[in-house]
């Protein structure tokens, strides 16, 4: 098994890659060299649909500058510091402790400051998890846990196929979904946060998106004198989560 000293921990060459995945390794995404076919290619995409692990086509002259002259086969993993959570085993454990679940869904959020922000956020505010899609997310590596100051060692990280399915399981287990945004919604303090809540939110660029907004079941807002255009997220994640602390200790 190779592994790189770079703080981003790496590990290539066929048979090692294939062998972690297949041993439950925690991997935040394969890169396979583009125009790869054959047995590889193959059994690389059915292990990571299986494992809800990115994979991700690129030029060769990426994989050789992340392996540092090293042979890598045509694939290179980047193993996460951490490991991610099972939603529904999470969502079940809530349940069995009765717990008013608080849970933060992230659409969007590639920036791993913002990322390791809100986790610091959502851990001191009592959050049970953060809940991020197998693609378009930041990464779960060492500088979103740094930017946490650790808390992303102290609240789990579920990673589901995509946001949609997870906010079906999510209400299956009779948590209401909310969804931050400023237009057609109500303001932050007249929503009832005592209940079992997943809060939805979205990049400061694009925003929530439309399929997701349309499956919350209300819109919250955080009211706002000034005229500039929005909080920045990991604010408003705090503010929000801030709110959820302050109504569940009335």
Do not use: W
């Amino acid at each position: 098994m190779t592994e790189s000293s770079d703080p981003v921990h790496l590990l290539f060459g066929r048979h090692p890659v294939v062998e972690a995945i297949q041993g439950g390794l925690a991997i935040d995404k394969v890169l396979l060299q583009l125009g790869t076919r054959g047995e590889l290619e193959t059994t690389l995409r059915h292990l990571c649909k299986e494992q809800g692990i990115p994979l991700q086509y690129v030029p060769k002259e990426k994989l050789s500058h992340l392996s540092k002259g090293n042979n890598h086969q045509g694939v290179v993993a980047l193993i996460a510091p951490l490991s991610y959570h099972n939603l529904d085993e999470l969502l079940a454990s809530l349940a069995e402790k009765d717990d008013a679940a608080l849970l933060i869904l992230l659409d969007g959020i590639t920036d791993v400051r913002n990322f390791g922000a809100i986790a610091r956020s959502a851990e001191i505010c009592g959050a049970h998890a953060l809940v991020v899609p197998l693609q378009g997310s930041a990464a779960l590596n060492a500088e979103a846990v740094k930017a946490s100051a650790g808390a992303l060692t102290r609240i789990p990280v579920c990673r589901s196929s995509s946001l949609l399915s997870a906010i079906d399981l999510i209400r299956s287990y009779g948590i209401q979904i909310l969804a931050s945004r400023m237009e057609n919604s109500l303001p932050l303090y007249e929503i009832d946060l005592k209940k079992p809540s997943a809060i939805i939110l979205g990049s400061e660029g694009k925003g929530i998106q439309p399929p997701l907004l349309r499956a919350a079941d209300q819109h919250l807002r955080i009211p706002q004198l000034g005229l500039t255009d929005s909080f920045n997220v990991s604010v408003a994640a705090g503010i929000i989560l801030y709110e959820a602390v302050r109504q569940r200790l009335v």
